[in-house]
Nanobody
Framework: EVQLVESGGGLVQAGGSLRLSCAASGFTFDDYTIGWFRQAPGKEPEGVSCISSVEPSTYYRDFVKGRFTISRDDAKNTVYLQMNSLKPEDTAVYYC????????????????WGQGTQVTVSS
């Protein structure tokens, strides 16, 4: 059974940092592309960042470029999202998701999702 568990969310002041973790089990982790998504109250979900498997390449949405860093530790079956210089508009539930094929593209099928972790940035 594919399982993804996010952790590391919390309440932080604007300008602060958080590191989210996505711990995976039940599949060959290093073969999978992992993405981070978020959903703010009243808004549609949106992609944030992504890291592919072989020769990992990374992708960031413009609104997090230079502030967020995605990385993966295949030995620990974990992907991280380091979030610096947080802004109130980063407030959302953050989800990680896994795709068994494809890199970080708009057509990648992220079939498995975690339960999410809340990030709240106060002004």
């Amino acid at each position: 059974e594919v399982q993804l568990v996010e952790s590391g969310g919390g309440l932080v002041q604007a300008g602060g940092s958080l590191r989210l973790s996505c711990a995976a089990s039940g599949f060959t982790f290093d073969d999978y592309t992992i993405g981070w998504f978020r959903q703010a109250p009243g808004k549609e979900p949106e992609g944030v960042s992504c890291i592919s498997s072989v020769e990992p390449s990374t992708y960031y949405r413009d609104f997090v470029k230079g502030r967020f860093t995605i990385s993966r530790d295949d030995a620990k079956n974990t992907v991280y999202l380091q979030m610096n210089s947080l802004k109130p508009e980063d407030t959302a539930v953050y989800y990680c998701a896994a795709a068994s094929s494809g890199g970080c593209t708009s057509k990648t099928d992220f079939a498995s999702w975690g339960q999410g972790t809340q990030v709240t940035v106060s002004s």
